[in-house]
Antibody
Framework: QVQLQASGPGLVKPSETLSLTCTVS????????WSWIRQPAGKGLEWIGRIYTRGSTNYNPSLKSRITMSVDTSKNQLSLGLSSVTAADTAVYYC???????????WGQGILVTVSS | QSALTQPRSVSGSPGQSVTISCTGTSSDVGGYKYVSWYQHHPGKAPKLMIYEVSNRPSGVPDRFSGSKSGNTASLTISGLQADDEAEYYCCSHAGSDTSVFGGGTSLTVL
């Protein structure tokens, strides 16, 4: 059973960096690509970006300048960094496993991150 | 990269069929065979229902089907059940190995 669990601070101050980790169990992280997706309250899903375990990444153009993604195959974890956050970055953040070209077959439960001073 | 356009809401009675549309451009929906659909119940993780336009993952009932014509993809749910009431999102490849979601459609089972 593939499971993803996102973790990290639930509260981040404006202008600081949001840092999240997603721990994968039941699957080898090296066998797939992985994505981060978010959902602001009352709004739809927004694709943040994806990372292949060989290190290549693709990011949402609107967020590209602020995103950093990485993987740690030894820990079966992926990480997301989003710098210079504002209240607009307040959202539930999901990590998900990639399937085919553009599909996500396993999702974590999501973690609410609030940007506030 | 603009969000794909979905109707805000659709509704149907139990047993009926509903279709949710997802309209993009030739740079996303119209340009690739990579459209997926997700069912999202509040407080839960989204669930993949359709991938690559019309493929169903294992475990998804065949009441759910997907199609595409030009720049518009569609999700059809037949034999509506109460548990189908949820938010539905489409997602498409958008070039340069990026993805874009639709704004979401709220399905109400009357």
């Amino acid at each position: 059973q593939v499971q993803l669990q996102a973790s990290g601070p639930g509260l981040v101050k404006p202008s600081e960096t949001l840092s999240l980790t997603c721990t994968v169990s039941g699957a080898f992280i090296s066998s797939h690509y992985w994505s981060w997706i978010r959902q602001p309250a009352g709004k739809g899903l927004e694709w943040i970006g994806r990372i292949y375990t060989r290190g290549s990444t693709n990011y949402n153009p609107s967020l590209k300048s602020r995103i950093t993604m990485s993987v740690d195959t030894s820990k079966n974890q992926l990480s997301l960094g989003l710098s210079s956050v504002t209240a607009a970055d307040t959202a539930v953040y999901y990590c998900a496993r990639g399937l085919g070209n553009t599909a996500f077959d396993y999702w974590g439960q999501g973690i609410l991150v609030t940007v506030s001073s | 990269q603009s969000a794909l356009t979905q109707p805000r809401s659709v509704s149907g009675s139990p047993g009926q069929s509903v279709t949710i549309s997802c309209t993009g451009t030739s740079s996303d929906v119209g340009g690739y065979k990579y459209v997926s659909w997700y069912q999202h119940h509040p407080g839960k993780a989204p669930k993949l229902m359709i991938y690559e336009v019309s493929n169903r993952p294992s475990g998804v009932p065949d009441r759910f089907s997907g199609s595409k014509s030009g720049n518009t993809a569609s999700l059809t749910i037949s034999g509506l059940q109460a548990d189908d009431e949820a938010e539905y999102y489409c997602c498409s490849h958008a070039g340069s190995d990026t993805s874009v979601f639709g704004g979401g459609t709220s399905l109400t089972v009357l």
